[in-house]
């Protein structure tokens, strides 16, 4: 009697008990959620402002004046770092070299010297004092940076965010940016009748970017335009 007592017990308590949770699902790490936006960031930058149209400049460009940015108070910084984690690929997509300076970019000068160039005489004319006094420099007066984007204009005129993650390990992008003080102005020191000009030079960068209003894109890589020398230029005499 009592051992059939124990069985229907055994048996009874097999038919209540709880079922054993089903094993989770297999982990991608490529289909990540889309945006974590919390709901007031999405209805601030999704409604009148176009934040996600691609073409509209963002209010760090200074109405449109500016291609690229390297302060941006609407920078998606947890969407990038929360792109970076979940992507497995990114590691082999990255690479930068994050101390730039004159030091090592630009031969028989250094980095504090570049830093104390000073142009503050020169204006641009070629019949003015400044053309022909003044300290170390550039034969064309330039601002050289050694800059992090944070957005910019692609090569198809759509603004996009550049994966800038400060924090450690630290994916940076870092690219030497010069641009002309005076455009089309004489060159410094050269005599008129050179007829000569500073010229601007751009050149295409790769980056690592993001599109915040698609997240599922991931991180991917687009091409950039950005200044990159202001030479001298004396044209042909016919």
Request: charged residues 25%.
């Amino acid at each position: 009697m009592k051992i059939a007592l124990l069985c229907l017990a055994s048996v009874m308590m097999g038919v209540f008990a709880e079922p054993e949770p089903e094993a989770e699902a297999a982990f991608d790490p490529t289909n990540y959620p889309k945006s974590s936006y919390p709901a007031d960031y999405v209805k601030k930058y999704t409604g009148e402002n176009d934040y996600c149209h691609p073409r509209k400049a963002p209010t760090c460009s200074k109405n449109g004046t500016l291609t690229f940015c390297v302060k941006d108070p609407e920078y998606p910084g947890k969407e990038v770092k929360y792109a970076i984690d979940y992507d497995p690929l990114v590691l082999k997509k990255y690479a930068d070299v994050a101390d730039q300076s004159a030091d090592n970019l630009v031969d028989g000068l250094t980095s504090l010297s570049e830093k104390h160039f000073d142009y503050s005489e020169y204006h641009g004319k070629t019949f003015e004092k400044g053309n022909w006094v003044g300290g170390e420099g550039y034969i064309c007066p330039s601002d050289v940076v050694y800059a992090r984007p944070l957005r910019a204009v692609n090569v198809d005129g759509e603004w996009r965010v550049i994966v800038q993650d400060i924090a450690w390990p630290g994916y940076t992008q870092t690219h030497r940016v010069e641009k002309c003080l005076f455009p089309g102005a004489a060159c410094r020191t050269l005599a008129p009748c050179f007829g000569s000009k500073c010229l601007q030079k751009y050149v295409y960068q790769r980056m690592l970017s993001f599109d915040p209003c698609d997240p599922q894109k991931g991180i991917f890589i687009d091409i950039y335009k950005l200044p990159s020398a202001c030479s001298c230029h004396i044209p042909r005499k016919l």
